[in-house]
Every structure is written in C-alpha cells, then in structure tokens.
C-alpha cells in the first residue's frame, strides 16, 4: 500500500520534476512512509480504477490503431492487456514488475502455454506499458526488468519437392492445383490470396499486387506453370464474381480463409502429408529461396516482412549449403 501511495505522488510529480528531483523526492517518500501507518479501506475508488484502466487501455488501442495495426491484431492486444488488468487488479499507476512476474508465472502454471505464448504476453505487456511511460501517464515501465524468454528454436517443417508434386497432381479440381501453385511460387499470406480479385492478377507479367499487414501493399510474383494453371481455372468457371478463388458450389462466393485450410488440410490428409497448410508454403518459399542464394534483403521484400529478423525465422539454410559455402569462401 506505501509503495502504491509513493508511486501515485510520483506519477503526479512526472510534469514538475527532473530526474535528480525526482530521485529526492523518491528518498523522502520512503523516509517519511517508513514511520506512518496507512490502512486501506476496502471497496473505496474501485470503480475510478477501472474507468481509469479502460481509458489507458482504449488510448492505447488508439494509438496502434493508427499506426497501421490491423483489427486481429488490436483485439489480441487487448484482450491480453485487459485479461493482465483483470487479474492483478490494481491501477495501471500501481501495478510493480513483481505483479506482472507473478501474472506470467500463473498464467503459464495454469494455461500449460508455451514458453512462445507467455513471450507473446510478455510482449505485449511491454507495449502497454512502454507507451505509458512515453506518454508520461507512468514513471517508469514495470516490463522493463523482465527479459525476454528463452523460447529455443524449433525447426519447423517445410514441403519437399516431392511432397509439393504430390500436391499438385492430386489436386481433382482446377481450383484447387491454381491455388497451391499460387502459393508454392508467391509465398503469399492466405488471408492476401483470398482478397485477389480477378483483375489483380497481371498474366503478361506474370505478377499481382496483394494487399498484406497493415494494409501494405506489395509486388509477388509467380512461374509459368501457375500462369497456366490460372488461366485453365479461369476459363472453366461459368460464374461472375469478380473473387480470384470462389467456391465450388452455387452461388459461386469469394473463398474465405477457413475454406482454404480446410481445403488443404483434407487434401494432406487425403495423401498422408504431414500439417499440410497455407502458412507452410511460404515458410517453403522462404527456405528455398536462402538456400538458392536469394539475398536475405530480397526473401525480406518478397515476403512483406517489415523486420529482417522475421524473415530469418522462416528460413532454413541446409547444411549441405553451408559446408559447400564454407569450401567456397574459407576454403
């Protein structure tokens, strides 16, 4: 209760002291806190706290709103941010990196999530916290002190050249073969291959632009086989929806993303392929093209990833790869 009372005069003091006045004034709380005795009145200013959270929160959201986050990702966000308040139960101004460790702690204990899960809330936790302080509604962010979790690194799975043929010749619909060369040779987001519309598709160039996170914009490019198997897909279809991929079935609608993996999903099973999903395709993209000698830079920009880091999580160079580039370059 003391350490909440010193930290709410200090919140209250951020716009009027320095840091060196700050420091003296953090020294003299404690001094003076250390001979009275506070007791707390239960029930007293809940309410205020909770409005006062739900303010924060909805700032916050703002804020990503305009930097360009989409609305999956602003709901993640707050539904993470507003479990966390939920929990700990004290005032954003209040809340200590020992509640946030004991949250985490619990939460894994309880969840049995993943190390990656509580990072992601770590994460997120960090943002919130981080932009109050820059927003100079806090001191200090209480994340600060909590590192980053070892998550260790998986190796995950991509398609091999066998099992991607195995793919398309299986494929009983034209639809279906279009797609997954479309994927296999752009490395697109399945929710940017379900927004292509017809026109979106340039054949004599063989490219289209598709529309990724944060509403960016960006340039993919497929190989001559997709081309055709667009084009035969194309002119068998009898409908008029402007969709690049609809259904099979009358009246013919846009296909949406859960359509799509579970399209695949059947298909692998179908042939006895392991977690056959839009996602592993572009994780495939990926990995070839490091392993063929594509600039990382260029994966990067092929992919629409904002952070180079990113891109390397996808790519899996081989070790043949790198025994032949160490004869190369080391001899």
């Known amino acids: ?8 005069i200090q919140n209250g003091m951020l716009s009027f002291l320095d ?34 959270n739900e303010k924060m929160l909805h700032l916050f959201i703002s804020s990503k709103r305009v930097e360009g986050c989409s609305e999956k990702t602003l709901k993640y966000y707050e539904s ?5 308040l939920n929990i700990v139960n004290k005032s954003t101004k209040h809340i200590i990196t020992d509640d946030l460790r004991l949250y985490l ?14 990072d992601n809330i770590r994460r997120i936790l960090s943002s919130f916290f981080s932009w109050l302080e820059d927003e100079d509604y806090i001191l200090k962010s209480p994340v600060r002190r909590i590192h980053k979790i070892k ?9 091999t050249d ?45 490219e289209c632009v598709v529309l990724g996170k944060g509403d960016k914009e960006r340039e993919v490019y497929f190989d001559a086989r997709t081309k055709i198997h667009l084009l035969q897909y194309l002119k068998s279809r009898t409908d008029k929806n402007r969709a690049l991929f ?41 990995t070839m093209a490091i392993d063929k000698g594509m600039p990382i830079e260029q994966v990067q920009k092929l992919l629409g990833h904002q952070k180079i880091d990113t891109t390397m999580q996808y790519a899996m160079v081989s070790q043949a790869n790198v025994k032949i580039a160490h004869r190369k370059y080391i001899g």
């Open 105 to 118: 702690s619990k939460y894994q204990s309880q969840k049995k999530s993943s190390k990656v899960t509580i």
């Open 19 to 52: 840091n060196g006045q700050m420091e003296q004034l953090h020294m003299v709380l404690v001094h003076v806190m250390h001979i009275v005795k506070i007791v707390k009145i239960e029930g007293l200013g809940i309410e205020k706290r909770v409005e006062e």
């Open 1 to 8: 209760m003391k350490e909440e009372l010193i930290t709410e």
């Open 246 to 286: 609809v259904s099979l079935s009358e009246p013919h609608k846009r296909l949406q993303i859960s359509g799509v993996e579970l399209r695949l999903r059947n298909l692998g099973k179908r042939l006895n392929i392991q977690k056959v999903h839009p996602h592993k395709f572009r994780r495939t993209l990926a």
């Open 162 to 206: 066998e099992a991607l043929e195995h793919l398309r010749d299986n494929s009983n619909e034209l639809r279906d073969k279009a797609m997954i060369d479309l994927f296999a040779s752009t490395g697109m987001r399945v929710g940017e291959l379900v927004q292509l519309d017809r026109e979106d598709i340039n054949f004599n160039e063989r």
């Open 151 to 159: 998550t260790g690194k998986c190796i995950k799975e991509t398609y």
């Open 80 to 84: 993470t941010v507003l479990k966390m």
